[in-house]
C-alpha cells in the first residue's frame, strides 16, 4: 500500500526473421529521420595516465628504498 509500484518497461521487440526492408513503419522511421540513441555512453580511458602513474609510483618507492 506505501511502497512504490513498479514502471512497465518499454522495449522493442523485432521478431527473429525479421526484414526491416520489407516493413512499412520502419520505411516511415526511415524518411522521418528517427533513430534511437543511447541513455548511457562509456567514457573511453587513456592508458597513457595509468602508465604514468604506475612509472611515477615505482619510482617513488625506489627513491624510498636508496636505489636511486
Known amino acids: 500500500m506505501f511502497m512504490k509500484k513498479p514502471r512497465h518497461r518499454v522495449f522493442d521487440y523485432q521478431p527473429r526473421f525479421y526484414k526491416p526492408e520489407d516493413d512499412p513503419l520502419e520505411k516511415k522511421k526511415k524518411k522521418l529521420g ?35
Request: aromatic share 20%; charged share 25%; hydrophobic share 45%.
Open 34 to 68: 528517427f533513430t534511437r540513441s543511447r541513455k548511457f555512453t562509456t567514457k573511453k580511458r587513456s592508458s597513457y595516465g595509468l602508465l604514468l602513474f604506475i612509472v611515477a609510483a615505482v619510482l617513488l618507492y625506489l627513491k624510498y628504498k636508496g636505489y636511486i
